[in-house]
């Protein structure tokens, strides 16, 4: 007997923000949702921090290289329930087309390495934080908490989505796995920075990365990675020291099944477009026959992830501080029988 197919068209941009101009990445993020949805796409998705783009400077030199662009990045920031995130769903809604968007959000004087996912009404139905900035990106982003691993269930398939090097946390991908994870949303900057200094930066590390994941979970990787453009290069390198740092290009978008094959057509590392391809969410199914890691395949008796999904809030109303002293009181370590006698 075949099995009844269940196929969703899926789109991985590949393509140079404009960089720190929120105003033009909202209009070309449009362009490119109206591109998808003439296609029949009914899921696109974006590179980490596509508005404004990826803030490539924290790499290029010292600290005080990096300050000169720190204001104008935070103001070109997007805010949630702005005009600019409204007229990105619109865009979802006209098309009717799921939009999982790599922002960085500003919340009051904060920055933090966001993925919005907007559902074909127009909707954010979720918005997460990454977990734990990667190395000197913690100089301008704050962290994530366990509420951030999120899988939503649309009528797609369960969608989630991690961002760049999360894709190496190993227990943060296991949450997603035990989620029902069935739609993957790997969002990255270019793949050609520091490539020319070390291996652990390259295009085959990073793209082998999510290619893993995919076999790991059983799951469809669409892998959005965006393009250093000759006008950002220019902007950013300004010595012959820094010429070691980056190239133009580093656009390695895919498309991974839970079998680890590649689908779509991939575009060549300088060029901007969509990975576009039909997955079927049916050969899930027989991946999982193989081996579940999250469920048949899994040894709960010797091996457990705690995952703690309470959101972390800098300030607490009365209610939520009593229960978090409860909390406390409940996981402290027992009194010895030496402190007992001593009080």
């Known amino acids: 007997m075949k099995m009844e197919p269940n196929i969703v068209k899926v789109a991985a941009v590949q393509a140079a923000p404009a960089w720190i101009d929120l105003k033009a990445g909202v209009e070309k993020t449009i362009k490119l949702i109206d591109e998808a949805g003439a296609q029949g796409v ?3 998705v974006f590179p980490e921090t596509w508005l404004p783009g990826y803030p490539w400077q924290i790499w290029m030199g010292p600290p005080a290289f990096a300050i000169h662009y720190f204001g104008a990045y935070m103001q070109n920031s997007i805010v949630a329930g702005s005009d600019e995130e409204k007229a990105i769903c619109n865009a979802a809604r006209r ?13 009051s004087g904060s920055l933090y390495i966001a993925q919005w996912h907007i559902n074909a009404e127009g909707e954010v139905i979720s918005r997460r934080k990454k977990l734990k900035p990667t190395h000197v990106e913690r100089s301008v982003f704050g962290e994530g908490d366990g509420s951030d691993i999120i899988v939503n269930d649309t009528e797609l398939g369960k969608i989630g989505g991690l961002c760049c090097w999360e894709h190496f946390q190993p227990l943060s991908k296991y949450a997603m796995f035990a989620q029902g994870e069935q739609i993957h949303c790997a969002a990255w900057p270019a793949f050609s920075l520091y490539d020319k200094l070390t291996h652990g930066f390259s295009a085959e590390v990073n793209t082998n990365v ?3 994941y995919a076999m790991e979970g059983q799951v469809f ?6 393009v250093i453009s000759q006008e950002i290069y220019d902007e950013l ?10 190239e133009v290009g580093g656009g390695y978008s895919r498309i991974w099944g839970p079998d680890g094959a590649t689908l779509g057509e991939n575009l060549a590392p300088t060029e901007e477009g969509l990975v576009v391809a039909e997955i079927d969410l049916s050969r899930i199914l027989l991946a999982k026959v193989a081996h579940d890691p ?11 992830l705690v995952h703690n999904k309470k959101p ?3 300030v607490l109303t009365p209610s939520e501080a009593g229960q ?7 996981n402290a370590e027992p009194e010895t029988d030496a402190e007992i006698a001593a009080q």
């Open 210 to 212: 999510n290619q893993t």
């Open 312 to 314: 972390l809030k800098p």
């Open 221 to 226: 990787v669409i892998q959005s990675c965006a």
């Open 324 to 330: 978090v002293m409860r909390d406390a009181s409940e």
């Open 95 to 107: 098309n009717k087309i799921h939009v999982q968007m790599g922002v960085s959000e500003r919340i």
């Open 237 to 246: 390198v300004t010595s012959e020291q820094q010429q070691k740092f980056m």
């Open 42 to 44: 009914q899921l696109i």
């Open 294 to 304: 999250a469920g048949h395949y899994s040894r709960a008796d010797a091996l457990a």
